[in-house]
C-alpha cells in the first residue's frame, strides 16, 4: 500500500527557510487522481492545513501561509516538497505529508510527521 | 475559513462504555466532514470519511453521522487502544480546518 515519508532538517535558524520533502512509495505521485497534502500541528495543540499540489503542478495554499509557503512536486522522484520562508519560533510543529483523493477532501494516508524546531 | 468546533475537549470513560464526540461547523459542509484518531507520538489515522463511511480496516465500534453544521463520532465499545484524541476535519472548501481535538481517557 502507498507509504509516505517526510525528511529534511529538524532545526532552523529564525528568517531562514525550511524545506521538507515527502517521499511516496507504493504508488505513482503522478495518478490525477490525488491532491498531495502538507499539514503542520504545533507543539500539544490541533493541526493547520498548509496546501495541496497535484502532478500536474497546480496548488492551493492556506491564505494564512500563503506569502511564505511553496510547494513543488518532482514525478521522477516521486516526492514533493515544501518550503515555508522566513520562519519564526511560531512555525516550531510537527509537519506531516498526506494523500487527499481529489475532490473527496480526507486524509489518508499519512507520512509520519517530522519535528522542526526553529531556533538559533 | 470554516470554524469547527468540538465538544467536548476532553472526556474520561472505562473500558466497554459508549462514548460520543461532536463537531459543529460555522456553516453547512454538507457531509463534507472527516474523523480522525491520533496517538500520543503518532500521525492522525483516517476513521470516519464524508460523515458516516468507515475507513477500510477501522474496527466497525466507530461509527459516524450527521449532515449540514452537526456531526457526531461515536465509539460503541470501548477498547484499550482506543483512549487517544480525536479530530474532525471538514473538506466542504479550502483552507480545510480541523476541530481542536477531543482526548478520550481511561477512567
Known amino acids: 500500500q502507498v507509504q509516505l515519508q517526510e525528511s529534511g532538517p529538524g532545526l532552523v535558524e529564525p528568517s531562514q527557510t525550511l524545506s521538507l520533502t515527502c517521499t511516496v512509495s507504493g504508488g505513482s505521485i503522478s495518478s490525477d487522481a490525488y491532491y498531495w497534502t502538507w499539514i503542520r500541528q504545533h507543539p500539544g495543540k490541533g493541526l493547520e492545513w498548509i496546501g495541496y499540489i497535484y502532478y500536474s503542478g497546480t496548488t492551493y495554499y492556506n491564505p494564512s501561509l500563503k506569502s511564505r509557503v511553496t510547494i513543488s512536486v518532482d514525478t521522477s522522484k516521486n516526492h514533493f516538497s515544501l518550503k515555508l520562508s522566513s520562519v519564526t519560533a511560531a512555525d516550531t510543529a510537527v509537519y506531516y505529508c498526506?494523500?487527499?483523493?481529489?475532490?473527496?477532501?480526507?486524509?489518508?494516508?499519512w507520512g509520519q510527521g517530522t519535528l522542526v524546531t526553529v531556533s538559533s | 475559513d470554516i470554524q469547527m468546533t468540538q465538544s467536548p475537549s476532553s472526556l474520561s470513560a472505562s473500558v466497554g462504555d459508549r462514548v460520543s464526540i461532536t463537531c459543529r461547523a460555522s456553516?453547512?459542509?454538507?457531509?463534507?466532514l472527516n474523523w480522525y484518531q491520533q496517538r500520543p507520538g503518532k500521525a492522525p489515522q483516517l476513521l470516519i470519511y464524508?460523515?458516516?463511511s468507515l475507513q477500510s480496516g477501522v474496527p466497525s465500534r466507530f461509527s459516524g453521522s450527521g449532515s449540514g453544521t452537526d456531526f457526531t463520532l461515536t465509539i460503541s465499545g470501548l477498547q484499550p487502544e482506543d483512549f487517544a484524541t480525536y479530530y474532525c476535519q471538514q473538506g466542504y472548501s479550502t483552507p480545510h480546518t480541523f476541530g481542536q481535538g477531543s482526548k478520550l481517557e481511561i477512567k
Open positions: 498526506a494523500r487527499d483523493p481529489r475532490g473527496d477532501n480526507w486524509f489518508d494516508p
Open positions: 456553516q453547512s459542509i454538507t457531509s463534507y
Open positions: 464524508s460523515a458516516s
